[in-house]
């Protein structure tokens, strides 16, 4: 097997491998532990969100 650029993998991706056999719990759990932590360069933003769109869609708008 190829091995996996585990840098490449978001959380979606890494989950379907390890439901597949490709990727041990462990293995990402460790890839984790080895990120740093940045959370002091996080930026606060609003985001206004448009609502009812599910309902136009049922509507056939």
């Not at 460790?30 to 990120?35: M, P, S, V, Y």
């Amino acid at each position: 097997m190829a091995k996996i650029d585990l840098a490449n993998l978001d959380r979606r991706l890494a989950e379907r491998m390890i439901r597949n056999g490709q990727l041990s719990q462990k293995e990402w759990n460790d890839f984790l532990a080895t990120l740093p932590d940045v959370s002091d360069q996080a930026e606060t933003f609003a985001v206004e969100l448009e609502t009812g769109i599910l309902e136009k869609r049922e509507d056939g708008e």
